[in-house]
């Protein structure tokens, strides 16, 4: 079992807002990164740390932190925002890393 | 273009073994803590193994249970996995990752990943 928990799935309509959470005790000590999957693709990431964008990745992705969750948001969703969203951090322990189980996000 | 590139996937049976490299390229490896992450069909991300700049310090996930060593050649900047005792679970695609950390700060993030190499334990 993940110490991470995200919700499995999560639906948007085109150009709303959608808010994609992660739970776990770690997380009221570390801050979570967020990564985007396609299908077929491997990983990339989309936010880090307070709220970090690496280049590349629009503004309408954003990162934020309450106590023992993480979201990421994405305001105005596009279609090419259908994808897996996965939160990674430090685990209990901190010696290692653990990410959450995945929210499969649906643009409709 | 900072770049990483697996090899050495492939099918192997059970209680087999397999080396995978991660060859990294446009950025100063030997700077970096780098690491290994798996998925298997269907599933999601699962952290496998780290190591530090100079190889002295390692990490594994619990399931690893001393089958994999991390490792890694700072002049030839690859990183490498040797898995030994596979079992069918062990199938999934191996990834690996460069870490960059904000440590005092406790942010750390994965980035860039590389495409990936399949590994399938079948008999």
């Known amino acids: 079992s993940s110490e991470l928990t995200q919700d499995p799935a999560v639906s948007v309509a085109l150009g709303q807002t959608v808010r994609i959470t992660c739970q776990g005790d770690?997380?009221?000590?570390?801050?979570a990164s967020w990564y985007q999957q396609k299908p077929g693709q491997a990983p990339i990431l989309v936010v880090y740390g307070k709220n970090n964008r690496p280049s590349g990745i629009p503004g309408r992705f954003t990162g934020s932190n309450s106590g023992n969750t993480a979201s990421l948001s994405i305001t105005g969703a596009q279609a090419q925002d259908e994808a897996d969203y996965y939160c990674n951090s430090r685990d209990s322990s901190g010696d290692h890393w653990v990410f959450g189980g995945g929210t499969k996000l649906t643009v409709l | 273009e900072e770049r990483l590139v697996e090899s050495g996937g492939g099918v192997v049976r059970p209680g087999g073994s397999l080396r995978l490299s991660c060859a990294a390229s446009?950025?100063?490896?030997?700077?970096?803590?780098m690491t290994w992450v798996r998925q298997g069909p269907g599933k999601g991300l699962e952290w496998v193994s780290d190591i530090n700049w100079n190889g002295d310090s390692r990490g594994y996930a619990d399931f690893v249970q001393g089958r994999f060593t991390i490792s890694r050649d700072n002049a030839k900047n690859s990183l490498y996995l040797q898995m030994n005792n596979l079992r069918p679970e062990d199938t999934a695609f191996y990834y690996c990752?460069?870490?960059?950390?904000?440590?005092?700060?406790?942010?750390?993030?994965?980035?860039?990943w590389g495409q990936g190499t399949l590994v399938t334990v079948s008999s």
């Open positions: 770690s997380l009221r000590t570390y801050y």
């Open positions: 446009g950025f100063s490896f030997d700077n970096y803590v």
């Open positions: 990752a460069r870490v960059r950390q904000i440590a005092a700060d406790g942010i750390w993030w994965f980035d860039p």
